[in-house]
């Protein structure tokens, strides 16, 4: 584990943590616009709140950005249906989380190791209120989330459009790994429930 992402993992001040969540608020929201501006772009202007500047303390940014990302997600699911909005917010929001997680791996110094990949996750989850475990039932990987702050604000269908944000991060920290969500507190869960395999060449 390099220096970077260890004092990372021990110590993260509240204005790194702002940062953090005005880049990656910035870089999702942009994203969802582009699909918005290449199928609907007569309504994006007017999904656009001036409330979406994040500001205050963190909990008031991640509900900010989390309602822009609602809006965008229901704008698209009313102009494309929702067969079409899904996949392609989700292909979106996959390439946004790539590009997170190989910036993060590159600032941090991350390693290939499974230990890096899940100190570096914890790291991310933390600037978006978000805290899992890993459980290894027979070989297979787990990742539970027990505690999500974005859960209480996002519809069940933005929290599986931006999802795939969180499988891109994985993919971008170690091309080798990837996530896919089998379940989630929006829809009714207890708790999300995430399956960490291996990338088959």
Not at 153 to 176: F, I, Q
């Amino acid at each position: 584990m390099s220096i970077r992402l260890r004092i990372a993992s021990l110590w993260l001040p509240d204005f790194i943590l702002k940062k953090n969540l005005d880049i990656v608020a910035k870089n999702t929201i942009e994203g969802l616009d582009n699909v918005l501006k290449e199928y609907a772009s007569e309504k994006l202007e007017e999904i656009i709140s001036k409330d979406e500047v994040l500001k205050g303390k963190i909990e008031e940014r991640r509900s900010i950005m989390a309602n822009a990302h609602n809006r965008r997600v229901k704008t698209l699911i009313r102009e494309l249906g929702y067969g079409d909005a899904i996949e392609f917010g989700r292909r979106a929001m996959f390439k946004v989380g790539y590009q997170l997680g190989k910036d993060a791996r590159r600032r941090l110094g991350i390693g290939n190791s499974f230990q890096d990949l899940e100190s570096a996750a914890k790291i991310m989850y933390k600037i978006l209120g978000i805290e899992f475990k890993i459980e290894n039932k027979d070989g297979n990987i787990i990742m539970v989330v027990n505690r999500c702050a974005l859960s209480k604000y996002y519809s069940p269908e933005a929290c599986m459009v931006l999802s795939a944000a969180d499988e891109g991060v994985v993919r971008g920290l170690n091309e080798k790994m990837s996530i896919r969500f089998k379940e989630r507190i929006t829809e009714g869960a207890s708790e999300c429930r995430a399956c960490i395999n291996e990338v088959k060449s």
